[in-house]
Every structure is written in structure tokens, then in C-alpha cells.
């Protein structure tokens, strides 16, 4: 039978230190909050129900999080007492009865689920507590973890360590995993005989070997246990969940000429065979379908790139923009709400929203579909196999015809029919012999213009 599984996310922090209103935890990570992505990560490890521990007046943490974490429940810590205190906060989540109790940090976004799933294999094999280690190049300042025989013995602090156990270099990562049945009575007989009178959960790790249970360490990469403090352990953290996400991409067949000019969303769905090129960003919601090329300095946002289709360079798709399979949209176009059909081309200087194009049809360099009048958008309709020409302005709500022809420069603000050629400009006058006296007479202006300034 499966065992059952809660984890906790301590998420009371303010992180005065990241110089912002937005509280710690919430701060994003490819986009989603920084504690969203530990609770992906415990329901990657097998955790049917999340409890997220936010400090007094964590109201905005409740609500952001609320959306996101179904399920979830929230426990306020009113007073910061330390970790142990921190977790009992959640006693009521706890209590319901789970076979493994997780503890992470809602500012540690980067473990792995195998870290997780680990530990919770260690839980199953009779361990009563499991904290998770890590080696950092300098283990200055960080608690040691003491083994024997394959047995966590205790977690010494840097600075009460002797000299022979300075030289461990098995780091205490924070992350703790507990036998359920004995979470609460083990972190109730914490005490707070310390220098800031806190609740500490490493104390755990002796009073459950002073009652007889086992307690065991294992290691997880450095990256695995890195938390944000400041905006530059942010952006440390963001590039390190980047560098994971574009390697797994390449390992599932996506080419990138540079993948680190290449910048992912959480929620970002590309297929193998699909090829991009340098400097592209994906914004939240993009699926890119097997076989399209996205060219370089390209911004795509909830937005789907058919099969075979091919973006950019120097395109922007914005949200509702559905291209189908082999439809290109090229360089310097913008694409909003519009659905670009089959092999239908946008290929450069246009602006397509609120609009469904037909496929094969072919829209002309300096077009735009004029959707907005100011208070309401309204649909551009064109036809399969239509032909639009260059520096065309089509006035919205307006519908073309399949296989009709819009001649250059116009300006549509009626229906065209199917096959027929629309004219929508002004007829050409030519005055024969007139600019050489244009030129004279601007000329003199500029000569007069001088004059006045002169005197």
C-alpha cells in the first residue's frame, strides 16, 4: 500500500533583505513563486496534501498561494520561534494522520523531487528522522552532520564544533523529513535552552535517538538546499532553474544554437525536433509543436506554434496568438489573438490581432489589422488563399473573402467578397512639370527662414 504523505512550507519569513514589498516567498522564480515551486516539487515526491506555515499577516501569501497550491491549507505562526515551532503551527495538518511528514523551506526552490522521494524511501526502511545534507566547496559557517556506522549521531553548529569535526564537510541542508506517527511528539519535546530562546527542528535529531529511534542523513546537491535571502541569491537561483530547464529540453531532443540566450517560463511546452535559435524568450503559457523553427530575438507569450511552423526573427506573439501547422510569422511582426492558418504567411513589418487568417493566405510587409476603436476590439476575418498587399490598413469588423486580392496601399473597411480584388486608395494624379517649382519654392523658404532668424 502506498504510504501517505504532508508536506509542510515554512513560509513565514519576511525577507526584509530582499528590499521589497512582496513578501519572500512569493517572489518568482520562471515565473511562478519560489514557494509554488516547492510545493510542485512535493507532489512530484508522492505528497497528497501541502500545509504552508505564513507568518502574522501573512494574508498576502494566503491569497497568492491559494490559487495556485489546490488543496493546500495555511497556519499562521504568529510569533518566530524557530523552525521546530514553526512546523507545530501546522499540528492541526499533521494530526489528520500521515504515514511521512516533509518539512521544506518556501524559499528553497531548486529541490529535486528524487531528493524528496529519497527521503522518504529512507522513512520507509524504518528511519524516524531524515535530514538532508549537502557539501558546499567552503562548509565554513554551515552545521556539520555526524555519522557512525551509517547513523546520523547529531547535527553540530559551526561554531560549537571541535576540531576534528570542523573537518566534515557534510553540511546540514535545513530540509527534514519525520516519521508521521512521531513528528508531534518529537518536535513537542523540543526546547528553547538557547541564546534567542527558539524552537530549533534539529534538536529532533537527539531526542529521537534518545528514545531508541533511527535517524539517517543522505546528501543532496549543493544546488538542491541554495535559499534566496537577496534579490542576488534570486538571480543565482534563476539561473541555475534555467540551466536545468534548457538541458532537459536538449535531452528531449530541442535544439538551441545558444542555449543560454534562451529563457524558459515555468510552464513552457516545446517539442523534440523543434529548433531554436539564439536570444528567444518564452513567456508564460507558449507550446511549440514538433518541427517549427523559433528564430532569434523572438518574445512568445500564451501562444501555440503549430507543427512545422516558424517564428521571428525579431517577431512577437502575444497572448491568443494560435498559429497552425507550416504558418510563418516573420521578422518585426506582432501577432495578438489571431489565429494564423496553414501555411498562411505574416512575414515581416505587420500587426495581426483580433483576426483569424485562412490558411495559405499571404499578408502583405506594413499591414495591421485595425481592431481597436477605442472602447471595444473587433474581428479582422480572411479568408483561405487570400492575397493582402503591401501597407493595407484593414478596418475591423471586416470580413475577406476566400482567394480575394487586396490591392497595395489600401484601406478596407467593407466585406470582399470571395475572388474579387478590392481597391480601398486614392486614384493617383500626376502634375506634369511641377517639381522643379516645388523645389523653388521651398528653397525660398528655407532662405527666408534664415533671413528671420539672422536678423
Known amino acids: 500500500m502506498a504510504r501517505s504523505c504532508l508536506t509542510i512550507i515554512l513560509a513565514a519569513g519576511q525577507g526584509t533583505r530582499m528590499k521589497s514589498a512582496l513578501p519572500k516567498v512569493l517572489h518568482p522564480v520562471a515565473g511562478l513563486p519560489m514557494a509554488a515551486h516547492v510545493a510542485a516539487t512535493a507532489h512530484a515526491a508522492g505528497s497528497e496534501a501541502v500545509a504552508v506555515v505564513v507568518g502574522h499577516g501573512g494574508g498576502d501569501v494566503r491569497k497568492a498561494l491559494s490559487g495556485m497550491l489546490d488543496g493546500a491549507s495555511f497556519h499562521e505562526q504568529t510569533q518566530q520561534l524557530g523552525t ?9 495538518a499533521i494530526a489528520k494522520g500521515y504515514d511521512d511528514v516533509l518539512v521544506m523551506f518556501g524559499d ?8 524528496m522521494q529519497e527521503a ?6 524504518g528511519a524516524s528522522v531524515v535530514v538532508v545534507g549537502f557539501r558546499p566547496d567552503d562548509p565554513s559557517g554551515y552545521g556539520r552532520l555526524i555519522e557512525n556506522d551509517g547513523a546520523l549521531i547529531a547535527i553540530r553548529e559551526h561554531r560549537d564544533a571541535s576540531d576534528e569535526e570542523k573537518k566534515i564537510t557534510l553540511c546540514n541542508g535545513g530540509i527534514m523529513a519525520f516519521r508521521g506517527g512521531r513528528v508531534l511528539d518529537l518536535l513537542g519535546a523540543v526546547g528553547n535552552d538557547n541564546a534567542k530562546g527558539e524552537y530549533y527542528m534539529t534538536d529532533a535529531v537527539e531526542i529521537a535517538r534518545t528514545n ?6 543522505i546528501e543532496a546537491a549543493v544546488e538542491d538546499v541554495v535559499g534566496v535571502n537577496t534579490r542576488r541569491d534570486l538571480a543565482a537561483v534563476e539561473a541555475i532553474w534555467q540551466r536545468r530547464a534548457r538541458g532537459a529540453l536538449l535531452d528531449a531532443g530541442v535544439t538551441m544554437t545558444a542555449p543560454d540566450t534562451v529563457f524558459l517560463h515555468h510552464d513552457t511546452k516545446i517539442a523534440p525536433d523543434v529548433a531554436i535559435e539564439p536570444n528567444v524568450v518564452f513567456g508564460p503559457g507558449v507550446e511549440v509543436r514538433s518541427g517549427a523553427r523559433i528564430r532569434s530575438f523572438s518574445h512568445l507569450e500564451g501562444s501555440l506554434v503549430g507543427e512545422g511552423a516558424e ?36 512575414n515581416h513589418l505587420t500587426y495581426v490581432g483580433d483576426a483569424v487568417i485562412g490558411a495559405h493566405a499571404n499578408i502583405g510587409a506594413g499591414t495591421i489589422t485595425c481592431n481597436y ?20 490598413a484593414l478596418v475591423a469588423p471586416v470580413k475577406i473573402g476566400d482567394n480575394a486580392y487586396i490591392s497595395s496601399g489600401s484601406v478596407v473597411t467593407d466585406e470582399v467578397p470571395e475572388d474579387a480584388v478590392a481597391f480601398g486608395r486614392a ?6 512639370g511641377l517639381a522643379p517649382r516645388l523645389r523653388a519654392r521651398f528653397k525660398a523658404a528655407r532662405e527666408a527662414k534664415k533671413q528671420d532668424e539672422k536678423g
Open 84 to 92: 521546530a515551532h514553526a512546523v507545530l503551527a501546522a499540528g492541526d
Open 108 to 115: 528553497t526552490p531548486l529541490v529535486r523531487p528524487e531528493v
Open 120 to 125: 522518504r524511501n529512507k522513512l520507509a526502511e
Open 212 to 217: 531508541g529511534g533511527k535517524v539517517v542523513a
Open 311 to 346: 517564428v521571428g526573427p525579431f517577431a512577437r506573439l502575444r497572448p491568443g496568438a494560435q498559429l497552425a501547422e507550416k504558418a510563418k510569422v516573420g521578422n518585426f511582426c506582432e501577432v495578438k489573438k489571431a489565429e494564423i492558418g496553414e501555411g498562411a504567411k505574416v
Open 373 to 392: 476603436d477605442g472602447y471595444n476590439k473587433h474581428l479582422t476575418e480572411i479568408g483561405a488563399n487570400a492575397f493582402v498587399g503591401s501597407n493595407s
Open 427 to 432: 486614384r493617383q494624379v500626376n502634375k506634369e
